[in-house]
C-alpha cells in the first residue's frame, strides 16, 4: 500500500513520468542528472544571452510581482502557461496540492510585502495529493503525511472533483486570511484548475477560473472577471 501511494504521489505530482518517456530516460539515475544539468546550463547560457546587460539590472533594483501565485509543486505546472515574460511579475509559491496552510509565510510576503493585487490559486488535472488525499496515506512519510493531513476533500471522489474542492477550500482560508485586503479592494483572489488532462471539457490545457473572492456560481465568477470584482462570500451563521 505505502508503495502504492508513494508512486502515485511522485508520478502524479512531483514528477511526470510520460515525459521521461519523452526524453528517453527513467528516474534516479545519476548519468541521467549529470547529462540534464549540462542541458540546463546550456539553456541557461541562451536565455542570457538574448537579453542584454540591462535588463538584469533591472531585475536586480527589486521585484513588483503583480500577482502571487500558490500551486502545485507538479513538474508539468510552469509559469510559460500563464505569462510569456513571468519575471518580475509572478510571485510563485509552490507545495504539493497548491495549498495556504503549508507555506503561509511565503504567501504573506507575496501579498502583504511586496504588494501582490492577484493571488491566484491554482490546482491541476491529474493531482498526485489530491489522489492521496483521497485515499490511505498513513503508511507514506511523516513529512509527506502531514502535508496531506491539510488537504480537506472527500475520500474516493474523482481526481478533478478533489482538486474543484480543494481550490475553494484555498481560495477561502486566503479571503479570510486576507479579508481586509480583499474588502478594501486592493487583493482580488482567483481560484483557478490548470486542465491539461481537459478533465472538466473545457479544452485540454486551458486555465479554469472557478472561484473569485470566495464566489463559485459560474455565471457571477464569469461577471466578476469582466467587470466588477464579486464581493466576499459572508461566512454562514450557525
Do not use: W
Not at 63 to 84: F, G
Not at 115 to 138: E, F, Q, R, T, V
Not at 195 to 215: H, R, Y
Request: net charge neutral.
Amino acid at each position: 500500500m505505502k508503495k502504492q501511494f508513494a508512486f502515485a504521489l511522485a508520478a502524479s505530482c512531483l514528477a511526470a513520468p510520460v515525459f521521461a518517456a519523452d526524453h528517453g530516460h527513467e528516474h534516479g539515475d545519476a548519468s541521467v542528472a549529470q547529462a540534464y544539468i549540462k542541458e540546463i546550463l546550456n539553456d541557461n547560457k541562451t536565455y542570457a544571452g538574448a537579453h542584454k546587460a540591462k535588463y538584469f539590472q533591472d531585475l536586480a533594483k527589486g521585484q513588483h510581482p503583480r500577482a502571487t501565485v500558490v500551486t502545485c509543486s507538479d513538474s508539468r505546472v510552469h509559469t510559460n502557461m500563464l505569462d510569456k515574460t513571468p519575471e518580475s511579475d509572478l510571485f510563485m509559491v509552490r507545495n504539493i496540492g497548491n495549498q495556504m496552510a503549508t507555506a503561509l509565510g511565503s504567501v504573506e510576503y507575496g501579498v502583504n510585502h511586496l504588494n501582490s493585487s492577484l493571488l491566484l490559486i491554482i490546482g491541476h488535472s491529474k493531482c498526485g495529493a489530491i489522489a492521496a488525499a483521497g485515499g490511505d496515506y498513513s503508511s507514506l512519510e511523516p513529512a509527506i503525511k502531514k502535508e496531506l493531513d491539510t488537504i480537506k476533500i472527500n475520500k474516493g471522489g474523482e481526481n478533478i472533483e478533489g482538486v474543484k474542492t480543494n481550490v475553494n477550500n484555498q481560495v477561502a482560508e486566503a479571503t479570510k486570511e486576507f479579508a481586509d485586503k480583499v474588502k478594501a479592494g486592493h487583493l482580488l483572489v482567483i481560484g483557478a484548475v490548470y486542465d491539461f488532462a481537459d478533465d472538466m471539457k473545457q479544452g485540454g490545457g486551458k486555465l479554469n477560473v472557478i472561484n473569485v473572492n470566495g464566489e463559485t456560481d459560474a455565471a457571477k465568477v464569469k461577471a466578476a472577471l469582466s467587470g466588477k470584482p464579486a464581493a466576499p462570500k459572508a461566512a454562514a451563521s450557525h
